[in-house]
C-alpha cells in the first residue's frame, strides 16, 4: 500500500530524573572546575538517574507524557522505535520492554544504535512506515542512562555526559510534517567514541573491567572538528532538495554536545546564534535524548510556532548524522 501521507509529530513528552550533578560537585570527584567546564563545553549542570532508574523506565515516563499530549492511549500505537546506547540489556531491545511497560500491542518494537544521531534516524524511520500507509502512529523514544557507562574518574568524559528521555508520537497530518530527511554514516572514524568491552569483541572479564573497557572512549578535539563541518553539511543536504535557504528555518534543534560545536555550526550556516536552540547548560550531552529533549523544551517555552520550518541535526558515536527539516 502506497498512500504517501504527510507525518507529522502529534505528541511530545520528556523526562529527567530528579538528581542535578552540578560542576561544582564534579569538582569534588575529578581534577576540573566550573570555569573549566563552562568555558570549554556550555555545561553547568546535568541530570543523574537513580541506580534503580533505568532507561526503560525513563522511556516509558516520556512516551506516557508523549501520549498524553498527543490525546491517545498506548493501545493507538503501531510501531515503537526506542534510540539508546545504553539499553537495560542487549536484548530484549528496550523497545520491548517500554512495549510491555506502557501496554501497548503486540506491535513491531525495536531500538535503534546509531549514538546522539538516534532520535532522528528513529524520526525517518517511523516516517517511511506512516508516509506509506503501512502504520498510523508511532511512537519514536530517545533515552540514555549515560550515567551507567561513564567513567567518573576520567575528567576528559565525565563532565559532559547526563541523562534523560523524550518521546514523539508521531502520525499523519493534513499539512507540514516531515518535509526532508538525511542520514549518514561513516565507520572509518569509529574509534573516535566508542564503548570498547562488553561485546564479542571484548567480553566482560575481570581484565576488562579493571582496564575500565565498560566506559567512553572519546577523542574529543577529533570529534570537534567533524561535528561542526558534519553538522553544517547536513543541514545543507536536508534543506537544498526543498530550496529552503538558512534564513527560511525558523529554529535549528541540534544535538548539544558543546556550545562552541553549536556557535561554530551557527557560523557555518550563517545563521545568527538565536535560530539554534541551546539546553545543554541544564543537561549535559544525553546523546540521543539530547535532541529529542531540546525538541520538546523548544515547543514548551514556545519557540515553535504553527506553519515554522524546523531543522532537528545531529552528530554521534559512529560516526553518524542525521537531519530532518519539519514544518510545525
Ligand atoms: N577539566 C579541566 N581540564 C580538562 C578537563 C576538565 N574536565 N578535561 C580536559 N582537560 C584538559 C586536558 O587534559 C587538556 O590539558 P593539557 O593541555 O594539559 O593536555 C586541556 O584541558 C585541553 O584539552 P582539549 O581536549 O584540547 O580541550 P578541548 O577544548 O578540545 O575541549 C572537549 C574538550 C570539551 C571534550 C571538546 O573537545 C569537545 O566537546 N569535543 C566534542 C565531543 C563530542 O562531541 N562528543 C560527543 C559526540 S558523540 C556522542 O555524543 C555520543
Redesign the pocket.
Known amino acids: 500500500m502506497c498512500t504517501n501521507k504527510k507525518t507529522g509529530i502529534i505528541g511530545l513528552g520528556a523526562y529527567l530524573p530528579e538528581k542535578v550533578l552540578t560542576n561544582k560537585d564534579l569538582e569534588k570527584m ?4 566550573d570555569e ?2 563552562t568555558t ?2 556550555g555545561i553547568k549542570e546535568r541530570r543523574i538517574a537513580r541506580q534503580d532508574e533505568v532507561t526503560s523506565d525513563m522511556a516509558t515516563e516520556a512516551a506516557n507524557r508523549a501520549l498524553k499530549d498527543a490525546g491517545l492511549t498506548a493501545a493507538d500505537i503501531d510501531l515503537i522505535i526506542v534510540a539508546t546506547i545504553t539499553p537495560d540489556m542487549f536484548f530484549p531491545a528496550t523497545a520491548c520492554l517500554v512495549q510491555e511497560k506502557i501496554g501497548a500491542r503486540t506491535v513491531p518494537a525495536f531500538d535503534v544504535s546509531v ?2 544521531s538516534g532520535f532522528i534516524y528513529g524520526l525517518a524511520i517511523a516516517n517511511q512506515f506512516i508516509s506509506s500507509g503501512t502504520y498510523k502512529h508511532a511512537l519514536v523514544i530517545a533515552a540514555e542512562k549515560l550515567s551507567a557507562i561513564t567513567d567518573w574518574t576520567d ?2 568524559t565525565c ?2 555526559f547526563g541523562d534523560g528521555a523524550a518521546a514523539a508520537v508521531l502520525g499523519p497530518v493534513e499539512k507540514g510534517g516531515i518535509l526532508s530527511v538525511y542520514l549518514g554514516a561513516n565507520g572509518k572514524e569509529g574509534d573516535l ?1 566508542k564503548l570498547p568491552a562488553g561485546g564479542s569483541r571484548i567480553p566482560a572479564t575481570r581484565k576488562s573491567i579493571e582496564s575500565n573497557l565498560h566506559f567512553i572512549k ?1 577523542n ?2 577529533e ?2 572538528k567533524h ?1 561542526v563541518k558534519i553538522m553544517a553539511d547536513a543541514a545543507l543536504e536536508a534543506t537544498r532538495p526543498l530550496g529552503l535557504q538558512a534564513d527560511d528555518i525558523s529554529l535549528v534543534i541540534p544535538h548539544q ?2 556550545v562552541r ?1 553549536l556557535n561554530a555550526v551557527a557560523k557555518r550556516m550563517g545563521l545568527t546564534k538565536d535560530k539554534i536552540y541551546l539546553n545543554i547548560e541544564k543537561y549535559g ?1 544525553m ?1 540521543a535524548a539530547s535532541s529529542a529533549v531540546a525538541l520538546v523544551e523548544a515547543v514548551k517555552e514556545g519557540r515553535i510556532k504553527k506553519g515554522q520550518k524546523i531543522l532537528l541535526d545531529a ?3 559512529g560516526l553518524t548524522w542525521g537531519a530532518i527539516v519539519i514544518e510545525w
Open positions: 575529578v581534577d576540573t572546575t573549566w567546564i570549554r563545553t549514538a546522539c575528567r576528559n563532565v559532559l567514541i572519546m574529543g578535539a570529534l570537534f561535528a554536545a558543546n560545536i550531552n546523546s552528530f554521534g558515536g
